[in-house]
């Protein structure tokens, strides 16, 4: 049986038993996805700190300029939702979920292949300290077979083994360069008149380096911490459609975590302050983007 994209086969599924249009359900999908990766969101939260930080991650995940994917027909929403809670099957050393999980996230969108080389990073440090038996392999069979899958599909619909990077590069004209493309824009965007969506999207990445910094000086789990990197790396080092790359560090969730556990800190008077403002600014931001904003968010 050929292997399908997951986001896709959701939506065929759904539209057996939907009334909707393909589009409705894959709204609907989208939105049933961001709770799930919310719930998988503050669990890990509550994991690494307590139920209070969780809650804030979460909600912040829920509050950034482009959260209004988070409920769009995009995979951003599903791969966030199987991501966290592979993340968190691995820091609670359940590998055949975290390899179950992975192997789905694969399924979900190419740039899962962040979370697979970490839990199969991971994985392959336990088997070589010999930590929990057989379970570790498990992991790390399964975590690639989802993203090998996808990129063997698309091979087999074009024709051609190479068939996603010739696609990336021929249709998309995205290739990596290491971010000097993104480099370029950012600095035009930050030294001239630019579309509002540029702007927030420069301020979007500079923030997140700052956050990743952040989480480094945190000491955050090296697992986690590469895998935020990875995820940052691989949308600002892509050529082509900067609009996009705020949109692309969605499922690096973590990267707010320092800001989720100083709210924690803070009294709940002001934190609530604080956080009706940041929902008020997305909300605005997400009206521009719907409404007057015309590529891709």
Not at 37 to 51: K, P, Q
Not at 73 to 98: D, K
Not at 152 to 176: A, Y
Not at 234 to 248: E, F, H, M, T, W
Request: positive net charge; glycine residues 8%.
């Amino acid at each position: 049986m050929a292997l399908f994209p997951l986001y896709p086969m959701l939506v065929r599924g759904v539209g057996w038993v939907s009334p909707f249009s393909t589009a409705q359900n894959a709204i609907l999908i989208s939105v049933a996805a961001s709770l799930v990766a919310a719930w998988g969101i503050f669990a890990v939260g509550n994991h690494l700190a307590d139920r209070r930080t969780g809650i804030l991650l979460a909600g912040l995940w829920g509050v950034v300029p482009h959260a209004l994917v988070e409920s769009m027909a995009y995979t951003e929403s599903l791969f966030t939702a199987l991501s966290a809670f592979a993340l968190l099957a691995m820091l609670r050393r359940n590998w055949v979920a975290a390899g179950v999980l992975t192997a789905l996230a694969g399924l979900t969108r190419p740039s899962a292949i962040a979370l697979v080389g970490v839990v199969g990073l991971v994985a392959l440090i336990a088997v070589v300290r010999r930590q929990d038996g057989w379970r570790p392999w498990i992991a790390g069979v399964t975590a690639p077979l989802g993203w090998l899958g996808y990129i063997l599909w698309v091979g087999n619909q074009t024709g051609r083994i190479d068939g996603w990077f010739h696609i990336q590069k021929t249709i998309w004209r995205s290739s990596f360069d290491y971010g000097t493309s993104a480099y370029r824009v950012a600095k035009k965007a930050l030294t001239t008149a630019s579309a509002l969506d540029f702007t927030v999207v420069t301020f979007v990445l500079v923030a997140a380096i700052l956050l990743l910094a952040l989480n480094a000086v945190d000491r955050l789990p090296w697992p986690l911490l590469l895998y935020c990197a990875l995820i940052l790396i691989s949308s600002i080092g892509a050529s082509n459609y900067y609009n996009a790359k705020g949109r692309l560090i969605l499922p690096a969730f973590l990267l707010l975590l320092p800001a989720a556990r100083a709210l924690a800190r803070t009294q709940t008077t002001k934190a609530a302050l604080i956080f009706t403002f940041l929902a008020a600014t997305s909300v605005t931001f997400a009206g521009y983007l719907a409404f007057i904003w015309t590529l891709s968010p």
